[in-house]
């Protein structure tokens, strides 16, 4: 609700006062609300925000887990306590020699996949699924995970992080 000044409340002039009733509760409004944006104008001293403040900063690194093919794995975990974040991550593939068709993962569902023709000795793959915004009442886990398409061994480490937005 915007503050609305009184403009129909005339200063007091005869009684002392420097103003009504009505203007002093609208200057103790705007000082109020300035008081807000500026518990929530961030860090500037290179210190981390606060649990609960904008910016608060969290990171999980899970692994090494191995894969299934075709199967979608868990690696790493945040509890998201209640708020608007954003939520990325990275996952590495370590492969064995065999097969391989895809390597995919994302925050919570795969949503980044890479498929290609890829050799058939061991080889490391990497993917930086896209940011997700994640928006909760209550704590929530949220997931880093990754699939992958192949015939041998693949295992998957990775780190999930998470900012609050507001």
């Given at each position: 609700m915007p503050l609305e000044p009184p403009v129909y409340d005339p200063p007091i002039a005869e009684s002392g006062q420097q103003h009504s009733q009505a203007w002093t509760e609208y200057h103790q409004s705007v000082s109020d609300a300035l008081a807000t944006v500026q518990a929530h104008a961030g860090v500037t001293d290179g210190s981390d925000a606060a649990a609960g403040q904008i910016g608060?900063?969290?990171?999980?690194?899970?692994g090494?887990?191995?894969?299934?093919?075709?199967?979608v794995a868990n690696v790493a975990s945040l509890a998201l306590t209640a708020?608007?974040?954003?939520v990325s991550g990275n996952?590495?593939?370590?492969?064995?020699?065999?097969?391989?068709?895809?390597?995919?993962?994302?925050?919570?569902?795969?949503?980044?996949?890479?498929?290609?023709?890829?050799?058939?000795?061991?080889?490391?793959?990497?993917?930086?699924?896209?940011?997700?915004?994640?928006?909760v009442t209550t704590t929530t886990t949220t997931w880093l995970v990754a699939d992958a398409g192949f015939a041998g061994t693949v295992t998957v480490t990775g780190t999930i992080r998470a900012r609050r937005m507001r």
């Open positions: 608060e900063y969290m990171t999980a690194t899970g090494p887990v191995a894969l299934t093919s075709g199967s708020g608007d974040w954003d996952v590495q593939f370590s492969a064995g020699a065999g097969t391989h068709t895809f390597f995919g993962a994302g925050i919570t569902a795969v949503d980044t996949l890479t498929a290609a023709t890829f050799p058939s000795t061991a080889l490391t793959q990497a993917i930086s699924p896209a940011t997700r915004r994640v928006n």
